[in-house]
């Protein structure tokens, strides 16, 4: 039977998003076994395979999916103390084959981005799925709030890896505090990625952007890019919170604050879906030189971070 032995966060990543072979790729290499030690293992367990194959495995170049690969599968999880199904489930989710750029299990849009029918009118115009093709694997942002207690400006630094083929941009959400006209809001790619087309929904204060890479992206490749909205437009900001569709990867989120507009009480919290109870609430401290707050989540699970603070 599998064991779960410690993971890094690269590989639990993958063990939750797939695709197979980096995922598989990335257990051998953090066990630290050749493949003749992988197949003299499953041999001793009854399995027969060339190391050939084990290795267009681990290269994307075939797939198991035949009923003696797939049995295979479920034998190097025991060589390499993976949890039970772990690899197999990137095979075959509930029974079912899927191809090797098929998109990851993941939390709906709708079920943690207030108001989703905006959000999915803005992604119509853009003739873009919600789901472009690519999940987050790190994640930092720092948002700057103004000496009127607005929105200024929040920066993100992302790295993504695609789950399907052909991907060569990102769409960007940002969603203003009340009174935030979209007409002001301004995006600027910051680096590795050029900005496409911006469009905006003035009654929510929802814009999106779309930011486009200078390459397409193969399925498991990944890809480091910034960019920063720059708003100022809406009124007191009170909080700051992502949704997550996927698991896996580490989110980082800063929060500063002008010396003029400093809150007397910060802290973190999580919830499943926008409508649900928060959970996981933590005071946080105020640093003193540069009045700032963060938090660090080294496994995101589907659903929403953030941060809130009150105002004397």
Request: hydrophobic share 40%; aromatic share 6%.
């Amino acid at each position: 039977m599998a064991q779960n032995t410690p993971q890094s966060a690269e590989l639990a990543q993958l063990l939750q998003t797939g695709p197979f072979h980096l995922a598989l790729r990335s257990a051998l290499t953090e066990r630290g076994l050749a493949l003749t030690r992988v197949q003299h293992k499953l041999a001793q367990r009854g399995i027969t395979i060339g190391v050939t194959s084990l290795s267009y495995w681990q290269q994307g170049a075939r797939r198991p999916q035949r009923p003696e690969s797939l049995r295979a599968v479920r034998a190097l999880e025991e060589v390499l103390e993976l949890p039970a199904h772990s690899l197999h489930r990137l095979l075959v989710p509930e029974g079912a084959a899927r191809p090797e750029t098929e998109r990851p299990a993941a939390r709906t849009y709708r079920s943690l981005v207030a108001p989703a029918a905006a959000l999915q009118q803005l992604f119509a115009e853009l003739e873009t799925p919600v789901d472009g093709g690519l999940h987050t694997v790190g994640h930092h942002e720092r948002v700057a709030i103004g000496p009127e207690r607005q929105l200024l400006t929040r920066e993100s630094l992302q790295v993504v890896r695609a789950h399907r083929d052909g991907v060569d941009r990102y769409v960007a959400i940002h969603r203003g505090e009340s009174g935030c006209e979209t007409s002001r809001v301004r995006v600027r790619a910051a680096e590795n990625c050029r900005l496409g087309r911006v469009r905006g929904h003035a009654e929510t204060g929802v814009v999106v952007a779309e930011l486009l890479f200078d390459t397409r992206l193969r399925a498991g490749d990944t890809h480091v890019f910034g960019y920063v909205f720059e708003d100022g437009s809406g009124g007191p900001s009170t909080e700051y919170l992502r949704g997550f569709s996927f698991a896996g990867g580490q989110y980082v989120l800063q929060v500063r604050f002008d010396d003029a507009a400093l809150p007397v009480r910060c802290r973190r919290f999580a919830q499943t879906s926008a409508g649900a109870p928060r959970s996981g609430q933590q005071d946080l401290t105020l640093s003193g030189r540069h009045r700032a707050v963060h938090l660090v989540e080294q496994g995101v699970r589907p659903g929403i971070l953030g941060i809130a603070w009150d105002w004397g």
